[in-house]
C-alpha cells in the first residue's frame, strides 16, 4: 500500500494511497477521528472503510490530519484540519483527473470534517459518515444538504445516543431529492468493537448498490507517485 506525502496548509501531511483498477475510478478520501483522543488514519473504523471502497472500485486515500503521525502541524480545533482534508482532494482530484465519482468518508470527528467538506466541495457526489458526533458538534450546516449519502451507527454508542443520528438523518431527508440512509448496527459501541464484520457488511452493501451505475473502463492498476 503506497505511502504518500503530500502538501497541506501548513507543511507536508501523510497518508495511504489505493489506486483503483479501472482507469476513470472513483475517489473516495477517509477522514479519522479526532487527534486529541489518538485519532489516526490507522484507527481500524478507518481502515475498514477504505478497505470498503477499494474493492468497490474506488481510488481511496486515508491520509493523518495536521500533528498526527509524521504530518506537519499542531491540532486546530478542526478548522485546520477542513483545509487539511481539502488539500487532500486537491492531490487526488490532481492525480485521478477522469475520476467517474467523488466521494467522502468520516469517523466521528472525521465525519463531523467529512460533511463540512462536503458543503465546501459541490463535486462530491456522496458520503459515508460512521458515528457521527451529533450533540458534540454542531451539524447546523447541513441545512440544506447537498448529497445522499449513510449514516451508520452503533445501537450503544456511548458517546452520541442513536436516536440523536436518526434525528439529523430525518431532517437531512426532508430537502428535495435527498436520500439519507441511516443504518442502526446491533449492539455496537461507538467502536463498533465485536462488530467488525456487520460493520464492514453494511459498507460493501451499500457501495454495491450507490455504485453500480458507474461505468468503469478497466485499465493497469498504477502505483502512487
Not at 33 to 43: A, I
Not at 49 to 70: D, E, K, M, W, Y
Not at 136 to 141: A, I, K
Amino acid at each position: 500500500m503506497p505511502e504518500i506525502v503530500f502538501n497541506g496548509p501548513e507543511g507536508r501531511l501523510e497518508g495511504r494511497y489505493r489506486h483503483g483498477r479501472a482507469r476513470n475510478a472513483p475517489i473516495a478520501l477517509i477522514l479519522h477521528p479526532h487527534p486529541r483522543h489518538g485519532g489516526t488514519m490507522n484507527n481500524k473504523v478507518v481502515y475498514s472503510l477504505f478497505q470498503s471502497f477499494h474493492r468497490a472500485g474506488f481510488s481511496v486515500l486515508r491520509f493523518n490530519f495536521r500533528g498526527v503521525g509524521r504530518s506537519q502541524g499542531v491540532y486546530d480545533n478542526g478548522v485546520g484540519e477542513i483545509s487539511d482534508a481539502t488539500s487532500a482532494f486537491d492531490w487526488m482530484q490532481a492525480y485521478n483527473p477522469h475520476a467517474a465519482g467523488c466521494w467522502i468518508g468520516g469517523f466521528s470527528f472525521g465525519a463531523w470534517i467529512a460533511m463540512q467538506v462536503l458543503m465546501r466541495r459541490p463535486e462530491i457526489d456522496s458520503f459515508v459518515c460512521v458515528a457521527p458526533p451529533v450533540g458534540l458538534y454542531n451539524f447546523g450546516f447541513l441545512e440544506p444538504c447537498p448529497s445522499s449519502g449513510l449514516l451508520i451507527h452503533g445501537s450503544e454508542d456511548q458517546l452520541v445516543p442513536a436516536p440523536d443520528v436518526l434525528r439529523l438523518r430525518d431532517r437531512l431527508c426532508r430537502q428535495k431529492a435527498i436520500t439519507v440512509d441511516y443504518t442502526v448496527i446491533d449492539g455496537a459501541n461507538h467502536f463498533f468493537d465485536a462488530h467488525a464484520g456487520d460493520f464492514q457488511a453494511a459498507v460493501d452493501s451499500y457501495l454495491a448498490r450507490r455504485t453500480k451505475d458507474y461505468v468503469l473502463r478497466e485499465g493497469d492498476e498504477d502505483e502512487a507517485r
